[in-house]
C-alpha cells in the first residue's frame, strides 16, 4: 500500500500547509548555524504568569485531579468565564448552557464546524483569514465562499463593501449559507471593528438565518482606541452567534490549549455533544490553574499587552527606517505588511523565502491566509524589542543590497515553479 496521505478523501481537500514551506527553510537554515529571528508563527515568546504556573502545580499534587476531567469543562472555569464576560463586555452568559471549555479554540472552531456540516453546505469567510476558519468546515465537507474583505493591515474593513458581499453570497449560494465566520482583531490583517460594524451583520443573519461565529481570540491585545467588543454585546446576536476566545495569547498560555465557545446555546450544546464522544476535555489541573488566571489579579494582562505595544512600536518604526512602510496595527500581536513595490512581482512566498535568505529573519507570506492575502506577509510581535531591531537592521541592509528588487527572480517561470513546489496555483 502506498504511503501517501493524499490518497484519502478528506486529505485531498487540502492544499499543502504553506507555511511548512517556510519552516522547513528556518530548519535548515538553524541547523546550518544561522540565527534566524523568527517573527512567522504567532507563538509567544513570554512564559505563562507565575501565579498561574504556581496553581498548576498545586493542584496537580492532588492525585484526585489526574483521573478524566470534564469534555465541557470543570464548573469553576466555565463560572470564571461567564464572569469575565460580564465583567469585560457587561454580557451575562449561563454557564451551563451558554459557555463550553474548548482545547484551545483552534480545536473548538474544528469541532463546531463538524457538529453542524453536512456535506455540501456552504460556509461565508473572510479571505484573507486563519486557515482554520475555512480549513475546519472543509474538513467537515463543506464548500467555502470566501468575502474579500480588504488587506490594508490595522484599518476597519469598509461596512457597506463588506455588506455587499455579504448579500451577494447568501442570493447566489446555494444551498443558502449555513454559516459566516468572523474574526476581529483579525488575524492576520491586524483589522479592528466595533459594536456598528457587527450590527447590521447580525440584523442580516438573522433575517437568513445565518449563523455567526466569532473568532475573538485577541480581545486582550490591543493598544490604541476603544477594547475590541464581543458580538454578544448585540442583545440579539445570542439568536445565530457563537463566540470563541482563547487563553493563549491573553496570559501567555498557547501551549496550555485552553479555549472557550460561549452564545447560542443550539450550538454550544452540539459542540458538546461532538465534544463528548472525541475528548475528557483539558487535564483538571491545567483547568482550576485557567480559572485562577481570569478570577486573580489582571496586572500580568496589563503588563503583556504593553509588551506587545512596545515591541509593535520598535517594529514598525525600524521598518519605516529600513524604507518599509507598514501600517501600525491597533491590536493583535501581527503587523499586516504590504510586499514593498520593489519586490511585489514575486508575491509572498518568494519574498517570504528572500527575506529569510538574505536578512535572515522568518515571516508569514500572505497566500498561506488565503489568495487575496498574497500581496502582504505577517510578522509576528514574538521576538524581544533587542531581536526585533536586530531584525529591521537585517532588512534593511537586505533591501540596499537588494535595490533592483530580487531582479533574478523576476522571471514568471522562476515564481511559477515555486509556487508549484508550494502545491500553490
Known sequence: MSSDSSEFHRIKRLPPYVFAEVNAMKARARAAGEDIIDLGMGNPDQPTPQHIVDK???????????????SRGIPGLRRAHAAYYKRRFNVDLDPETETIVTIGSKEGLANLANAITSPGDTILVPNPSYPIHPFGFVLAG????HLPVGTEGGKSPDL???MNQLERATRHSVPKPLALVL???SNPTAQVVGLDFYRPIVEFCRKHQIYILS??????????????PSILEIPEAREVSIEFTS?????SMAGWRIGF?????????????????????????IQVAAAHALNGPQDCVDQIRQMYKQRRDVL?????????????PAASMFAWAPIPPQFAHMGSLEFSKLLMQEAKVAVSPGIGFGEYGDGHVRLGLVENVHRIRQATRNIKEFFRSNAAGGAASEDPEVRKQLYKEAGLP
Open 56 to 70: 498548576l502545580v498545586e493542584t496537580v499534587q492532588n492525585p484526585k485531579t489526574h483521573r478524566y476531567s470534564n
Open 142 to 145: 463543506a464548500s467555502i465562499r
Open 160 to 162: 457597506d463593501a463588506f
Open 183 to 185: 474574526n476581529y482583531p
Open 215 to 228: 473568532d475573538l481570540a485577541y480581545s486582550e491585545i490591543y493598544f490604541e482606541g476603544e477594547p475590541p
Open 247 to 251: 487563553m493563549s495569547k491573553t496570559y
Open 261 to 285: 465557545a460561549s452564545g447560542n446555546k443550539k450550538l454550544v450544546a452540539a459542540l458538546a455533544r461532538i465534544k463528548s464522544y472525541l475528548d475528557y476535555g483539558a487535564f483538571t489541573p
Open 316 to 328: 514598525i518604526e525600524g521598518l519605516a527606517q529600513a524604507g518599509w512602510t507598514v501600517p501600525s
